[in-house]
């Protein structure tokens, strides 16, 4: 069945460091990726997304491109700030379900 | 836009005590999902409604969980009795879907249940 994959955190990185988050995935099809957000205290929030091979989502300095070959949705940042700490969630959704398969989520911790 | 309403906030209870969570959807949104995040176990779906109609509550823990959704604009949780497994942060989260590519969920701000 469908799965995500992500890897463990917690990630600890000093202020303006780049930022990797690794996701893959297994899938039938052409499911549509999504990275979210969880911040201490709140929801999930959508971060980005692609829907197809090869588009790159990208918000707030974050992006992400899907590729189909290595079945890969890696999260990257050029330069985290204390802000950026939180939970990050890698996920997926098929074409025949509209749930989200959600990796076991990322934890990143910046510090000054 | 309000968002995804999700009440109350907080709660705690003893053990055996009914407990009920509510949530309100995004208006124009046909997709409702309950999950239940725990350290222990990450986060969790437990049913989804599409139309207000039960699509999968494979999720659902055990016969103690139950959730309706009578309208376009409301759903329930309810577990009874409660125990103090049951202690998690759970959310509602709300989608549509137009034609063949699926939408993203947006999730409300959740209720931390403590069952004492």
């Known amino acids: 069945g469908n799965s995500v994959t992500q890897m463990e955190g917690p990630v600890t990185l000093s202020e303006e460091a780049f930022l990797t988050i690794n996701c893959t995935y297994t899938?039938?099809?052409?499911?549509?990726l999504f990275w979210y957000v969880q911040y201490p205290g709140e929801g999930l929030q959508l971060l980005l997304k692609?829907?197809?091979?090869?588009d790159k989502g990208s918000n707030k300095g974050f992006e992400a491109t899907y590729r189909k070959e290595t079945t890969s949705f890696h999260l990257e940042k050029g330069s985290v700030q204390v802000s950026d700490s939180a939970v990050y969630f890698c996920?997926?959704?098929?074409?025949?379900?509209?749930?989200?398969?959600f990796g076991t989520g990322t934890r990143l911790q910046v510090f000054p | 836009d309000a968002g995804v309403i999700q009440s109350p906030r907080h709660e705690v209870t003893e053990m055996g005590q009914e407990v009920t969570l509510r949530c309100k959807p995004i208006?124009?949104?046909?997709?409702l999902f309950w999950y239940r995040q725990t350290m222990m176990r990450g986060l969790e779906l437990l049913i989804y409604?599409?139309?207000?109609?039960?699509?999968?509550d494979s999720g659902m823990p055990e016969d103690r969980f139950s959730a309706k959704m009578p309208n376009a604009s409301f759903s329930t949780l309810k577990i009874q009795p409660s125990e103090p497994r049951d202690s998690a942060v759970y959310f509602c989260?709300?989608?549509?879907?137009?034609?063949?590519?699926?939408?993203?969920?947006?999730f409300g701000p959740g209720t931390r249940l403590t069952v004492l």
């Open positions: 989260a709300s989608s549509y879907r137009r034609g063949a590519v699926p939408n993203e969920q947006f």
């Open positions: 899938a039938t099809g052409y499911p549509s």
């Open positions: 409604f599409n139309n207000n109609v039960p699509i999968d």
């Open positions: 692609a829907t197809k091979a090869d």
């Open positions: 996920a997926l959704s098929d074409q025949t379900t509209d749930k989200l398969i």
């Open positions: 208006s124009g949104h046909d997709y």
